[in-house]
């Protein structure tokens, strides 16, 4: 079955016809040669962007030489309003700081303790479902969200503030459409970004909602009630280094980009792999068989080990829609990259999206086929060049949370309904903050 993506641009076009492309979706507003290059140079009036497609080179730039190669300033001016200084755009000590203080809360046996809140909120997706036709994507995002108000602060969607968080939160994504559009846009850094006011109302609302979540916990805290999750470890952390704990500010700062990084690319991804499942039904079939011999009476960790081929359709999913489909660094020095002059202060793009795709990498890369995860040559360019959830130093910390809740989910949502493709509805992937279906995912479900 090939996965669709969406039509590339012809090789050649004018800035203006570019910049229209790039306001309609930045993946189409690419030349398909980029499925085979290994690097490709941007030109704007004011700055260079490289797209960086060769294994070893994206290495360099994530895995040797973080520090060399921070993140992009123009992406963190259009996340500020509602990051402040999370940990998602800063840099340098400061970032260290905050991943020491992070990523304890992400550890293996941490995930292992979340995996109650994330049935729950697998099951309760389940019990939200209804035969008929479905747009996935909602029903995914509504999922996943649940999922991190659950292992973050022990609190269903159902709850008010959760819920209010939620509806804000689509409002933002709507008014701030696609944010690597800055890496690419050519104008200098002097001209002030503008962010809309919609944006920064909602942006606020949000915050606001937060601050009232995590006072409430740090009242919590002090008192000696507060539950065991996510949020709790992460305000009680101690950083080894300083012996410092996030203050209160910080934590509105991290718990937004928990809420935004944690749900909105979750959902991607299993709205996507519903999709998949939708047109492959031998592969559905397949996922329903170790769906179905799950021990639900006894829900527990150990139920991942019956999900094996699960697993590997999500990632396979992650390959051809990887949810954060480009990334951006920029240089700190001039660079050589295969024999060309990088230029101080350019950007550096990575994109999973063309990586995962590569005509010179992967076999049939267009081709869905899970079973690819089980081959020799499979498992070599998954080490090579499959960065879903990036790599080194500035890798994904929920990525080991992301793979357990998402086979669990797709499990569950496929033990008790069968999912079928509507006729004419073919999905058109376009990048907004995540990879998404340019006008949603529709599925036909059926009880089984
Ligand atoms: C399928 C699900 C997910 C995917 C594909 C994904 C992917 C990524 C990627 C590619 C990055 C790096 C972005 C960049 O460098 O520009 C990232 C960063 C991040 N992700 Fe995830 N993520 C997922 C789920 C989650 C979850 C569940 C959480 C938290 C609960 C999370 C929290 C974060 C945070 C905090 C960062 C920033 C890390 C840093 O810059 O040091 N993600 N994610």
Same mark, same amino acid.
Request: aromatic content about 10%.
């Given at each position: 079955m090939i996965a669709p993506k969406p039509p590339s641009r012809p090789d050649r076009v004018s800035l203006w016809r570019y910049l229209k492309l790039f306001r309609a979706d930045?993946?189409?507003?690419?030349?398909?040669?980029?499925? $085979?290059?290994?690097?490709?140079?941007?030109?704007? +009036?004011?700055? $260079?962007?490289?797209?960086?497609?060769?294994p070893d080179l994206i290495r360099e730039v994530l895995d $040797? $030489? +973080?520090?060399?190669?921070?993140?992009?300033?123009?992406?963190?001016?259009?996340?500020?309003?509602l990051l402040g200084?999370?940990?998602f755009v800063t840099n340098g000590e400061d970032w260290k700081r905050q991943r020491r203080i992070i990523d304890p809360a992400f550890e293996g046996g941490r995930i292992r303790d979340a995996f109650p809140a994330m049935y729950a909120a697998g099951a309760a997706a389940v019990a939200r479902l209804q035969p008929g036709r479905v747009e996935i994507e909602a029903a995914m995002s509504h999922a996943a969200a649940d999922v991190i108000f659950r292992t973050l602060f022990s609190l269903p969607i159902e709850d008010q503030t959760a819920s209010e968080v939620f509806r804000q939160f689509r409002e933002y994504q709507r008014t701030q459409p696609i944010l690597n559009l800055a890496a690419f846009l050519p104008v200098p850094r002097w001209v002030p970004r503008f962010h809309r006011a919609k944006t920064r109302q909602t942006a606020a609302a949000?915050?606001?909602l937060i601050g009232a979540l995590t006072a409430a916990r740090q009242a919590a805290i002090g008192a000696g009630e507060a539950p065991e999750d996510l949020a709790t470890k992460i305000m009680t952390t101690v950083?080894?280094?300083?012996g410092e704990r996030f203050t209160a500010a910080e934590m509105v700062d991290q718990v937004a980009i928990f809420f935004l990084a944690g749900h909105e690319t979750s959902a991607s991804a299993l709205a996507w792999a519903l999709y998949l499942l939708a047109v492959s039904p031998d592969v559905q079939a397949r996922v329903a068989v170790e769906a179905l011999a799950l021990d639900v009476q006894n829900p527990g960790f150990a139920m991942l080990s019956g999900l094996k081929f699960t697993r590997d359709v999500f990632r396979e999913t992650l390959r051809l829609?990887?949810?954060?489909?480009?990334?951006?660094?920029?240089?700190?020095?001039?660079?050589?990259?295969?024999?060309?002059?990088? +230029?101080l202060g350019a950007q550096v793009v990575i994109s999973p999206w063309h990586l995962h795709r590569h005509e010179r990498i992967w076999d049939r890369p267009d081709e869905f086929d899970p079973d690819r995860w089980q081959t020799e040559a499979g498992r070599?360019?998954?080490?090579?060049?499959?960065?879903?959830?990036?790599?080194g130093a500035r890798v994904c910390p929920g990525a080991g949370f992301a793979m357990v809740e998402g086979p669990l989910l797709l499990a569950l949502l496929v033990r008790e309904f069968r999912f079928a493709?509507?006729?004419?509805?073919?999905?058109?992937?376009?990048?907004?903050?995540t990879v998404r279906a340019k006008d949603g995912i529709w599925l036909g479900l059926e009880r089984r």
């Open positions: 930045i993946l189409s507003a690419q030349p398909a040669r980029l499925y $085979r290059a290994w690097m490709a140079e941007f030109k704007t +009036p004011f700055f $260079r962007s490289y797209l960086i497609n060769q $040797r $030489r +973080p520090d060399d190669f921070p993140k992009s300033n123009r992406i963190r001016e259009g996340l500020a309003p200084n999370s940990v949000i915050r606001s950083d080894p280094v300083t829609y990887p949810a954060v489909p480009m990334m951006v660094r920029q240089t700190t020095c001039p660079e050589r990259f295969r024999d060309r002059a990088v +230029p070599t360019c998954g080490r090579e060049a499959y960065i879903p959830f990036s790599s493709a509507v006729p004419g509805l073919a999905p058109v992937p376009v990048a907004h903050l």
